[in-house]
Each structure stands twice: as C-alpha cells, then as structure tokens.
C-alpha cells in the first residue's frame, strides 16, 4: 500500500492511497482540494488504516456496485426460491427504484447520512414512510457483508423505521358495510367479486385468476392466481398452504357458473383491479380486508382453527397474528356469554 501526496496546479494538495485487489491490479483511493499538505497527509493515513482493515477482513479487492449486489441477490432468490420469485422480485425491484441514484456507486462508498438524508427528504415530500425500501435495501448490504464479502457494514443499520402512520382502513367489514359496498358497486362482475372476496377471503390475485374450471361441488379450488402484470394467471401460488378447497354457499356457485369468461376461461377477465380499489376506497377499506372480515368471522363462529387456516390458505399462527379483528356484529352476544359464566 503506497501513499502519494502532491501539490496541483491550484495550489491545492491531493492525496492518493493506492493498493492492489484480490486479482494483483492497482487501484487507488484518492481525495484533493486540501489547502494543506498536513491535511492531505492526515485524509491519507486514515484512508490506509481502513484499507487495512477490509483488507484483514478479506474485503478490500471485492469490489461490487449496489447494483451488482442486487442482481446477484435476485438471480440467488429465483433459482432457490421459485414459488414466490416473481412477485417477491417485482416488489424488491420496486423498492429499489428509490436508490437509483446509489446503483453504480461501489457499495462500500455509501454511507449511512447519504442514505438517511434521502429517506428523510422523501417523506417530508410524499409523507409515505418507506420503511419497506428500508427494509430491502438492508436485506442487499447483509447479503454483501455474509454471501459476497463485498463490504463491511451495514449503512441501513442506523436508518429508523417511520412507525407514526396507523393502517386506519377498516379491516372488519360489518354486514351492513358489506351489503352497501355490494349495492353500490357498478357492475355485475365488480358485485360478483366482491361477493367472492367477502365469502371466501381469497387474496385479490387469487380471486382475479380464478377459472370456471376450477369452481366445482360448491366450492372453489384455490389452484391459480393472477401476476402483477394483471395479463398472466400461474398455477404457481404464494405458499403450499395458498393451495386449498373453499367452500361458497349455493347462491354464490350458481352465478360464478352462470358467469362470462374468456378463452382460458377466467372469469374475472373484465374486471380492472384499479377499479375494485377506487370503489373500496371510498368506503375506507380494500380487497385485503375482506381476507380479515372472514377469518374473523370463522374464527368468531367457533370453527376450528385448523380449518379455519386450511379454507383461508394461511398458518395458524398468521390468522391468530394478522387476521382475527374485533367482530362488532356479534360482540354483545360474545359479552353475555362471558357473562354467563362467571
């Protein structure tokens, strides 16, 4: 490792550091615009002894830009992890477009103010929390540190999370919001879906890639799902647990059997997603929501909870955690009951 210091013809002072990578090649490190040669001197010497310190640490030389990071993060998690690889893959590139800016920078040259001045200017700005691109930007610099040995620290790791904004949407869809947010839906297919959401908590994708085939002895056969890309169905859903039988009642099968479909026979070809979410909007909730209302409403009704997870596609654990809301409708019966035993 050399250090050179030398006086421009600005008269300012540049220091370089120079050293050699994994494969023998000389690379430098260098900084001017130093009014003093000490100055120059003392940027120099701390530059070597953190070269020294990645270089003990097996670093120095592994040289990678975030962006390379990133794809070889992704290209690992669509050959280990098929299942959910698409939709996973989307949402992180997603997130990443927020650090556009630091793509083709050496990821050991991003640091932790850089980073958080960039998050904090953004929520003053949209006033969204992004605490998702947090999240995923840290998943990248764990994967460079423990896989790739690229860099040393972790930046993200001194950026705090926004917690102040609540999910104020209403979760527990009462029966009277329900009927309403079904009489004033525009359309006969934009009523049918929602029906469906209600009765059986499918997720939107699943829901919007549901086939005429699959609807059988007055239930549905969860076996497909629509991409983001709101074109493509797959028979590749989110979790083996997302694959299941649900049962609809007899008003419900009757019209998703009467109902068009296209050629690959999906029944809700017609309906614009965007569409759905500006209706429920509206009313303060969203298609999700409906997956809540009805594990509520199982749960509440004493099923059990084996069942309860097999028919909504989730672990137990996930229903308990992240599904079950508070049922006004039923809660004064629940009351007397608790009453009626002390």
Known sequence: MNITIR?????????IV???DKKGKWKQKSKGGFDKRKDANQWAKEMSFELQKLEKSGVLGNEYTLEEIFELYLARMEKTNKRDSTSTIDTYRGCMNLFSDFLSRDINSIKSAELYNLIEDKRKLTGNSYNLNITVLSIMFNFAIKKVRACENNPCNLLYYDKTKKDNRIKFITEDLYQKILGEAKTPKMKLLIQLLYETGMRISEALGLCIQSVKNKAIVVERQLLRDKK??????KTDNSYRVVPISENLYRQLKSATFDIHGRIFYDVAQQNLYYHLKKYNTSPHCFRHTRATILVGSGIDLTVVAQVIGDKIET???NYVEVNEDNIDKKFDMIRALI
Do not use: D, G, P
């Open 7 to 15: 006086q421009r013809e600005n008269n300012k002072w540049q220091a």
């Open 319 to 321: 229903i308990l955690e």
């Open 232 to 237: 493509t169905s797959t028979n590749v859903l």
């Open 18 to 20: 120079s050293y050699k």
